[in-house]
């Protein structure tokens, strides 16, 4: 069964551990940059004390030594997944990889950012990129190939992705949103039960979940699509 992911993209200790007394738990929750700069590992710490699953995404990119030594120390705190750039390169994975066996947490490469557009990545590599998702793939490959858990994608690449990577490998989807949620900055979107049955394994939500009026009825109603 897929896992809904709570993302926690908030400003700082309190309104987390307010919105997860709301909802109860425990649950499977992200911490990005943002969060884990105000709370540090003594936030992390404290949501596995209380019996929640964290999901570390800092989407590191970096020279491979740093890299294998940032997802360890992530594995010894207690996080049980992490998240690095397969744009790294395959050195920087490889690295990442013997980094997570050290310490038994689970780390998955970021493809694309949902973010972005065609013409946006395009920008950004310095060459132009009409499609995606050949780019998705081939990334893909690449973690597959040095061994990584499985990867984060866009809902839209989620059936090439599985295609790619077989079963067993984690599929990891922000950009989830229901027919009535707000699109904000994402830009590749799509509803859970789609992704769901494409090979989607990780299903990350946040502020359709934490801005909505009950927080708590609107976690359960994805819990309810996703089930």
């Known amino acids: 069964m ?28 992200k911490v990005g940059p943002v969060l884990f700069n105000r709370g540090g590992p003594d936030l992390v710490q404290e949501l596995i004390g209380r019996g929640h699953t964290v999901f570390l995404d800092c989407k590191w990119h970096d020279i491979p030594s740093t890299v294998e030594r940032a997802v360890e120390s992530a594995g010894v705190l207690g996080v049980s997944m992490v998240t690095v750039h397969t744009l790294g390169g395959k050195a920087m994975l490889e690295a990442a990889k013997t980094g997570a ?18 013409e946006q990545f395009g920008a950004a590599v310095g060459h132009a990129t009409p499609d ?17 858990d499985g990867v984060v994608c866009s809902p839209l690449e989620v059936s090439a992705v599985r295609n ?19 699109q904000g900055d994402q830009h590749r979107l799509a509803e859970p039960g789609v992704v769901i049955e494409q090979g989607g394994t990780h299903l990350v939500v946040g502020r359709p979940i934490y801005n909505a009026t009950s927080p708590p009825d609107a976690y359960r109603a994805f819990r309810k699509e996703i089930q």
Do not use: M
């Open 101 to 118: 066996e050290k310490s038994g947490t689970k780390v998955v490469g970021v493809t694309v950012l949902t973010s972005h557009t065609p």
């Open 132 to 148: 995606l998702l050949p780019e998705v793939t081939r990334l893909t490959g690449v973690a597959r190939d040095v061994g990584l």
């Open 2 to 29: 897929a896992e809904l992911v709570l993302a926690l993209d908030l400003p700082g200790r309190d309104p987390v551990l307010h919105l997860l007394d709301q909802i109860g738990g425990p649950i499977w929750v």
């Open 164 to 182: 790619v990577l077989g079963s067993g490998f984690a599929i990891i989807v922000p950009g989830i949103r229901r027919a009535k949620d707000q």
